[in-house]
């Protein structure tokens, strides 16, 4: 039984840190779809972080903060789309600078407003997302096997949680399923055939990375005002560049991502749930070493699919009208 209820509290652990990996992969899909790389989605997740617990803060309200952080996310992913669609930069080195934009600004602003090293004051009451309970939840806890399961993994988590993990259908219905979604991935693959239909070009992409700056609002918002109380300096802890890999492993498509997001979650749920244990015949593993295992598997992702994984073929290329 010991098993099992560690198995449960692996799980709802999983759930709890794939969520703002799958909405920020999710967000990815969505620009790199068009055609449009973005490597800005770790920026984007801090700031946005950074913005819904500052007015969360200081306005005793978590709607106020969540709206916060998804215009704040929106407007560097529209800068982000300013450089690379409006002027045809290089959409690598723009989505660098938005990262390091980002990591300085959050820390200087958190500074000279708040005073306490760059971090937001501690969010609390209305000022955070608050646990839901499922319909029925207690009453089914009782039941052998699915009670548990439906009980203590799949209710009791934030608002945020739900929504990442109803956004992964929502996306693939709204990519292979809408006329939005047709002329989206057609962007991404072949623009010059979308621009003689009387299709912008631009204006698609422009609402591609506006998909995206919202997802990661969403992403961001739930790091600071759901899974921790408050922002800190670089909370995002390198989360945009996994969700990258999860979305580059998965192929650019929305439920294998909403998949390879919860490996990501469940490996870091295993290393926080086992650091320090100490395992027969191997000892004490150093908390170190069980931190690092989901950096490990990005890298070992990316090394053996990166190149398996064809992208959309106009990816990464500024579209020039033809004349």
């Given at each position: 039984m010991s098993l099992f209820?560690?198995?449960?509290?692996?799980?709802?652990?999983?759930?709890?840190?794939?969520?703002?990996?799958?909405?920020?992969?999710?967000?990815?899909?969505?620009?790199?779809?068009?055609?449009?790389?973005?490597?800005?989605?770790?920026?984007?997740?801090?700031?946005?972080?950074?913005?819904?617990?500052?007015?969360?803060?200081?306005?005793?309200?978590?709607?106020?903060?969540?709206?916060?952080?998804?215009?704040?996310?929106?407007?560097?992913?529209?800068?982000?789309?300013?450089?690379?669609?409006?002027?045809?930069?290089?959409?690598?080195?723009?989505?660098?600078?938005?990262?390091?934009?980002?990591?300085?600004?959050?820390?200087?602003?958190?500074?000279?407003?708040?005073?306490?090293?760059?971090?937001?004051p501690q969010l609390s009451?209305?000022?955070?997302?608050?646990?839901?309970?499922?319909?029925?939840?207690?009453?089914?806890?009782?039941?052998?096997?699915?009670?548990?399961?439906?009980?203590?993994?799949?209710?009791?988590?934030?608002?945020?949680?739900?929504?990442?993990?109803?956004?992964?259908?929502?996306?693939?219905?709204?990519?292979?399923?809408?006329?939005?979604?047709?002329?989206?991935?057609?962007?991404?693959?072949?623009?010059?055939?979308?621009?003689?239909a009387g299709i912008s070009?631009?204006?698609?992409?422009?609402?591609?990375?506006?998909?995206?700056?919202?997802?990661?609002?969403?992403?961001?918002?739930?790091?600071?005002?759901?899974?921790?109380?408050?922002?800190?300096?670089?909370?995002?802890?390198?989360?945009?560049?996994?969700?990258?890999?999860?979305?580059?492993?998965?192929?650019?498509?929305?439920?294998?991502?909403?998949?390879?997001?919860?490996?990501?979650?469940?490996?870091?749920?295993?290393?926080?749930?086992?650091?320090?244990?100490?395992?027969?015949?191997?000892?004490?593993?150093?908390?170190?070493?069980?931190?690092?295992?989901?950096?490990?598997?990005?890298?070992?992702?990316?090394?053996?699919?990166?190149?398996?994984?064809?992208?959309?073929?106009?990816?990464?290329?500024?579209?020039?009208?033809?004349?």
């Amino acid at each position: 039984m010991s098993l099992f209820n560690d198995l449960l509290q692996v799980l709802d652990a999983t759930l709890r840190i794939s969520a703002p990996l799958l909405l920020a992969a999710l967000a990815g899909v969505f620009s790199e779809r068009a055609g449009i790389f973005d490597i800005g989605l770790e920026g984007k997740l801090l700031v946005s972080a950074f913005a819904s617990a500052a007015v969360a803060a200081v306005t005793g309200s978590v709607w106020l903060g969540l709206g916060a952080g998804i215009l704040a996310s929106v407007a560097l992913a529209l800068v982000h789309g300013f450089a690379c669609i409006t002027h045809r930069g290089n959409q690598i080195v723009s989505g660098v600078a938005i990262n390091f934009i980002a990591s300085g600004i959050t820390a200087l602003l958190g500074q000279a407003w708040f005073s306490q090293g760059g971090r937001t004051p501690q969010l609390s009451g209305a000022a955070r997302f608050e646990d839901i309970t499922l319909p029925f939840a207690e009453a089914m806890a009782a039941v052998p096997v699915i009670g548990p399961i439906y009980a203590d993994v799949l209710s009791g988590h934030k608002l945020l949680v739900y929504v990442a993990f109803l956004a992964a259908p929502f996306t693939w219905w709204v990519l292979y399923r809408t006329r939005f979604g047709m002329r989206l991935r057609a962007v991404g693959e072949n623009p010059a055939a979308v621009d003689t239909a009387g299709i912008s070009v631009a204006w698609m992409r422009y609402r591609a990375v506006i998909c995206t700056g919202i997802l990661c609002g969403l992403a961001g918002a739930y790091l600071s005002t759901a899974q921790n109380a408050g922002f800190i300096r670089e909370m995002s802890a390198g989360k945009g560049y996994i969700a990258l890999a999860a979305m580059i492993f998965a192929k650019w498509r929305p439920i294998p991502t909403m998949f390879a997001c919860l490996l990501f979650g469940l490996l870091d749920a295993l290393a926080i749930r086992y650091q320090g244990f100490e395992f027969p015949l191997i000892g004490t593993i150093p908390s170190q070493a069980t931190q690092v295992l989901p950096y490990v598997l990005t890298v070992i992702l990316l090394a053996g699919f990166i190149g398996r994984a064809v992208a959309p073929k106009a990816g990464g290329v500024p579209y020039v009208k033809e004349r």
